[in-house]
Structures are given as C-alpha cells and as structure tokens.
C-alpha cells in the first residue's frame, strides 16, 4: 500500500462539463502519474508531475489538464468531458528504484 | 519508439498446470523491467522489478525472468485465486520515470 487515494472513485457527468479527479499521496512521493486504462488499448500516460508546480505531458493528453500546488495532491481536470474520455483513471507514484505504485482508480463516465 | 508486447492475450490453464506468460520490449536502454498483477475493478499491484539480463525473482507460485529482449513471468502450479490480469511495463533510459506498458494477459484458472 502506497498510501494513494483517488476521488470519486466512481463519476457519470455529461458531455460539455467540467470535471475534476483528484489523488492525494501520503508518502512525500516526488513523481506523480495519470493513466487511463481502455480495453485494447492498456494503461497510456496522460500528463504526469515531478514536483509542486512542475508538470507534463504524457502519450494521450490532448483535452486534460493537471495542477500539482502541493505534493501530496494531484488533480486531473477534463475541461469539456467527451465521450471518448470515458474510462478508468489510474493515479500512480514512483518509488526510488522506479517501480511505481497505483491507486484503485475512478471510473469515469461521459454521457 | 518504445514498445512493450505482452503474449498471450488471454490463457486459461486448469489447476496445477503449470505455464508461462510472455514480455517482449523494444525499447532503448531498459532501466527496469516490472511485473503487476490487476483484479477486476482494482489498480495493478506491484509483484517484480527485473534490471539485468539474467535476474530473476520469485514470489509464492510465481517466477520472473529476463533475457536482453523478453521477460517470462512462470506459474507453477496455479491456483484458482491466481486469476488476473498480469501486466509488464518497461522503464527506459530515455524516458525518465515513465513506463510504457504491455497489453496484459488474462490468465484464468479452473479448479
């Protein structure tokens, strides 16, 4: 257990709304991740952060948006929500050696 | 680009009967390769990080290994309980703390 929860874990919102998911690690890890998780298409890396303030993008990133203002929080914003980003949401830290850890995930639905 | 690719997709074995899933990387310059396990409806769990050509790892009824080009994850004797996905991610040298995932195997096991 890597101290991560994610928030909501389960969420249906509508087209054209904004929508926010938030990870709160309890670890002081530096490096915080968002993965969406699709069937045939496995875990991509959305943005990720390595340190307060200090972001990037990953794989799949067009239409999200990430703020990290402290290090325990990371929140992943869908401006507009589509239906394309209905998916599950994987927040996830790394360790030192590299493996990193992941949160039970949100289940995100755009109706 | 790099590239993680796991086989099978999909393996069902009955009780005892021992087998292996496959991770084959493209990648340039693998700083650790990792092994995870996935239940339905819950976030990968941590089972294994191979670095060098030659390691290898164990836990319970499972066995990771790792040549220059793929990495075996060895089920001896599963048990039903050990149905999930399992999934292998690379970490590489030019991608700093990010890791590229494979696909995942579904393994399911009948009493």
């Known amino acids: 257990d890597a101290g991560i929860t994610q928030s909501p874990r389960h969420k249906v919102t509508e087209t054209g709304t904004p929508v926010t998911l938030r990870c709160h690690q309890t670890e002081n890890h530096r490096y915080m991740y968002w993965y969406r998780q699709d069937p045939g298409h496995g875990l991509r890396l959305i943005h990720y952060s390595y340190g307060v303030k200090d972001t990037d993008k990953g794989e799949v990133s067009d239409g999200y948006s990430v703020s990290r203002s402290k290090t325990e929080d990371f929140l992943l914003t869908l401006e507009s929500a589509t239906s394309s980003q209905t998916s599950v949401y994987f927040c996830a830290i790394t360790r030192d050696r590299g493996e990193a850890f992941f949160g039970q995930g949100t289940r995100l639905t755009v109706v | 680009e790099d590239q993680v690719t796991q086989s099978p997709e999909a393996l069902r074995l009955q009780e005892g009967e021992s087998s292996s899933l496959n991770c084959s990387y493209t990648?340039?310059?693998?700083?650790?390769l990792f092994w995870y396990r996935q239940d339905p409806g819950k976030g990968p769990e941590f089972l294994f990080t191979l670095y060098s050509a030659g390691e290898e790892k164990e836990k319970e009824r499972l066995k990771a290994t790792l040549t220059k080009k793929e990495s075996f994850l060895h089920i001896t004797a599963p048990k039903p309980e050990d149905s999930a996905t399992y999934l292998c991610?690379?970490?590489?040298?030019?991608?700093?703390?990010?890791?590229?995932f494979g696909g995942g195997t579904r393994l399911m096991v009948k009493p």
């Open positions: 990648v340039s310059g693998l700083r650790g």
């Open positions: 991610a690379a970490a590489t040298l030019n991608a700093g703390n990010m890791l590229t």
